[in-house]
Structure formats: structure tokens, C-alpha cells
């Protein structure tokens, strides 16, 4: 006797579960930059999963750095006095890496905690110093931070806030390339209210925006003329994605603050923070009696800082930071080549091992749902790409070969006929 399938009850974030109940992809295996699903088929990762297998899947080394540490210590908290081995070591480490000289880290389980963190630590900065009317947070039009309460507040995606009632008040956003806009944002509200400015270096989520030459120099000189805090939200630019360890360098910026999350730990286990300048740390560490009073249980986790350790000697003594910088030419040069298709109206990209390709207004027209059938269509070929409002994004591990990224430019391309 045969059996319906049955409909999931795993809901799915971001999905349309009515969609989705019943038909689901499955990814059951992985290995370097391909996955498999559970037929057996294998799909080229173009996507590094959702941003952040850096290293590529399947490193047993990660593996087994992390069950030595459950083997010794699964699992204690680091509120308080208390640590833990591979906290410090991973604390000491991210520190050393980082372009702040004195950098403190606060650690977290992923991205949206990350922000939280860094926007309640600047409003507790400036109250902290004296000026606790220092509350209003700015960011950018089509910025995504997460979708915890902080990042969903200051995201610049609309219909992510859409239907949540009240959310965090005074935040306020500006064009995403426009640094004077900034400025002016600023003087409309007065410098003395405005805590601080977030930034992704390169907007991911919110369509794959390189920032225009120099944007981001010229917002954090903003900031700094202000003294409002600058953070920059490297959760996907972090860790080789744009050829740096926390993916502010190449644009010479000292940020109060950085958030992490995503190819610290490649992904094998969740993890996120905040590099924390040493400016910022000074008011909560040489004086006594002002405790942060933020942090997650699983904060300074010691199996998941044992993954990120194993996980930045791979992208150290594989030199994947320098691998990416080598291949974010040959990666836009493939998507480069779509630019005259019928059905493609742009091409970003350029900044790090990132792209997308938006499609054509004609064809969004024709079919609101292109995107999504376009995606599904380079899948049966065998690669996987993001849907990305109007755009396909692609993101792949820094272990991608050339020829690798030939065919995600092959598959997209014959996705795309399909279109038109
Ligand atoms: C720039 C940026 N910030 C924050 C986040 C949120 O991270 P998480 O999903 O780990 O909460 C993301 C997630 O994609 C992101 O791209």
C-alpha cells in the first residue's frame, strides 16, 4: 500500500510554508565545495551554504578538534570569573587578528546576537560616559543585520519589518551610498543623539552591493568627526570573503566595533561577536562596578571555539585569505559574461569572492516569480545559487577551483535561457 508524503513540520525561516510543507530539498551530505542530496545527486556549493563555509564542508580536522574538546569539555558557561581554555585561545587569537590594537571579544552564537550585542553595548557606552542621550543607531537602506529584535530594527529591508508591531525605537537609516546622506542625517538630529552607525562592507542579504570607492572611508571620517561609534558588520565579509581576516582592511577602516559570525567557524558550529576597540572596553574595564549586563548561556562555548580555532589554522596555513583575493577576478569575469543576456539587467560584484546578477525589469514583470524559478532551474543543473529579491547571489567556499567557477557561470547562463 502506498503512503502520501508526509508534510514537514520543520518550518522553515524566511519560507512560504505553504509552499514548502511539501516539497522540500534535501541536503544530506557534503564534501569541499559540493553537496549531496539524499538520492545521491551532487550539487556544486556556489552559495558556501548561506554564506559561510569558508573552508569548505567536510574538514575532518574541525571535526575532531571539536569532539577532543567534548571529550575534555563539552560545555561550561563564561559569565562571571568563569573561563574556559579554548575561549581564551580564541579570544587571544580573534584579538591579535583584529585591526584595532587592544581589541576585546565579546562572543556570541551567531550574526542577529552579534548585533545586539554591539548596539546595546554603544548605547551603554555613551551612558556609560556621561551622554546617555546618545541613543539613535543609524544604518543603511537595504542593510540586513538578522533578524533578532536589534537587527531587525535597524535592517533597511523593509518587508522584514513588516507586520511586528513596535519595533526598537530611535534608529534610523540613510541611503545605502550616499556618505553625505549621513552627514546629514546627523545634523538633522544632532550628533549628541546619534550613538552609532552601522555598515556591512559589502551589503549581502540586501541584494550584493559593493560600496562605491570610497564610501566607507568616507562614512567612518564622518563618524569619527561626530564621535559616533562606527560598526561594521562583517558577518559574511569576515574570514577571507573579501580577502581579509575581518573584511574592513582592504578599506584601511579601524571600526569602534566589528561583528563576526558565519566563516569564523566555517560553519561547523554556530558562533558570532563582537571585536570590541579598545575605547569602547575602557569605560566597562578600568573602572569597577559597570557590568555589561548582556550574554548568551552558550557565550565562550569551549566546543564551538575548539571548531573556530581548528577552523583559522585551516584558512592560515591553507592561505585561503590570499586564495580569494585571486580568485574574486575569474568569479566576476564568469558572472561578468551574463551581463548582456536578455534576461539580466546588472552585475555586482567585483569586492571579494561575491556576485549577483539582477534580472531583467521586463522578465521580474512578465513573471514576479523568476528568481525563484530561475534558481530551482540552475539546481536540476546541478549548482546551487541564492535567490536574492531580484538577483541570484553566489558566494562559493575559497577552496573553489577556476574551472568550479566556469560552471556555476555555465549553469547560471543556462538557467537564465530558460527565462526568456
Ligand atoms: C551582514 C549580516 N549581519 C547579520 C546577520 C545575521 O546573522 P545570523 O543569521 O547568524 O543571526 C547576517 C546573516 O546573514 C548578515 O548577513
Redesign the pocket.
Known sequence: MSTAPRDTALWHPFADMFQVKSSQFCVSKADGVWIYDQEGRRYLDGTAS??YANVGHGRTEIVEAAAAQMRELESYFVFNDFTNPPAEALADRLSQLAPMDGAKIFLT???????DTAAKLARQYWAQRGQPQRTHILSRGN??????GM?TSIGGIEVNQAGFGQLVPEVGRVAHDDAEGLREAIDQLGADRVAAFFA?PV???GGLYPPEPGYLEAVAKICAEHDILFVA?????GFGRVGTWFGVERWGLQPDMI?F??GVTSGYL?L?GVVIAERVAEPFWNHPGRPFRHGATYSGHPTVAAAALANLDILEREKLLQRADELERPLHDALQQLADHPAVAEVRGGTGLLGAVELAPEVLAADPGAVGRAQTAIRDLGVIVRPLGKALAVSPPLIISESEIDLIGKAMQEGLDALV
Do not use: F, Q, R
Open positions: 548561506l554564506w552564537t551567531g550574526g542577529g546576537e552579534s548585533i542593510a540586513y543585520h538578522g533578524t533578532n537587527g556591512e551589503m549581502g542579504a558588520d562583517a558577518v559574511i565579509c561583528t559570525a558565519k554556530p558570532g
